[in-house]
């Protein structure tokens, strides 16, 4: 079963109508940085959607790589997944209980592998929740399946890439961090970074994007004065980026809301840029 609107989202209503129904695949991508002290798969396992599996993005990942939850390959994307119970045509729906962290990422990352049944839950588990919803402790047992992943590198950018776009201004550089991290004015989060921004980036805090009271993505045209407020031209080549590749996905996920469906990440995001001696840093 897929959304039929073909938005990047679904909502709490949506989804309780059809929490049922074949073909389809809940996965919780709960994601809290470390300064927030909480553990997500605890907390999942205390409470999420029915029938919800858990997707890590600590672990689906490439383990080998020094920086945090970097892209895995194919192979190992479509090995975890098929544990899951997914193969080429479920319809995947991911959510959240930390502002779109990381059920953005993961939507992004089944998109990545060529996967583009995948939709996120508008408002995650607090508006599922907010609407009375039931959520349960008890734990789903899923039929591996298979599943055959492709990369499409078209929403990846790589280091290189992104010293190209930073040199020649050839797009937009959209970074997702908080305007004290990205002017340089708060140390970064993880030891060992430089602070500031890549030159030439333009800051849209993720957390500006999401309605406090519902917990939703803001309306389409709230959305698009806020991406033009920063400076960007919404027509132009965009990248996003942000501190480890996360929240970057959320201004993504934003952009494909208003229309704008191949935008890329920048996996390595900041904490690859600025880990770098020989990458250039701008701060205001």
């Known amino acids: 079963m897929t959304n039929e609107n073909r938005s990047p989202l679904v909502s709490s209503e949506w989804l309780a109508a059809r929490i049922d129904a074949p073909g389809i695949v809940l996965l919780d991508a709960t994601f809290f940085l470390p300064r927030q ?25 490439d383990t080998d790589s020094p920086l945090p939850h970097m892209l895995p390959g194919p192979e190992r994307f479509g090995e975890a997944v098929g544990r899951m119970g997914i193969d080429n045509q479920t319809s995947v729906i991911v959510y959240d209980n930390n502002a779109f962290m990381a059920s953005a990422r993961a939507w992004w990352t089944f998109r990545v592998f060529g996967h583009d049944n995948v939709s996120v839950l508008n408002g995650g588990l607090a508006r599922w929740k907010q609407l009375g919803a039931p959520i349960t402790s008890e734990m789903s047992i899923p039929t591996p399946r298979s599943f055959q992943a492709k990369l499409n590198r078209q929403l990846v950018c790589t280091l290189e890439q992104m010293r190209e776009l930073s040199e020649n201004r050839s797009g937009q550089i959209l970074d997702a961090r908080s305007p004290a991290r990205f002017s340089g004015s708060e140390p970064e989060i993880r030891p060992g970074l430089r602070s500031g921004h890549i030159p030439g980036s333009c800051n849209l805090h993720y ?13 389409a045209e709230t959305l698009r004065t806020l991406y033009r407020q920063t400076g960007a031209a919404l027509d132009e080549h965009i990248v996003t980026t942000c501190g480890s590749g996360v929240t970057a996905a959320i201004l993504a996920l934003g952009l494909f809301y208003l229309g704008r469906q191949e935008v890329p990440v920048y996996d390595g995001s900041w904490t690859e840029w600025g880990g770098r001696s020989d990458t250039l840093v701008e701060t205001e």
Request: net charge negative; charged share 20%; no cysteine.
């Open 207 to 219: 957390a500006t994007l999401v309605d406090p009271e519902t917990h939703t993505l803001l309306p």
């Open 37 to 61: 002290g909480r553990n997500a798969i605890g907390e999942f396992r205390q409470a999420h959607i029915p029938g919800a599996r858990f997707f890590d993005i600590d672990v689906i990942a």
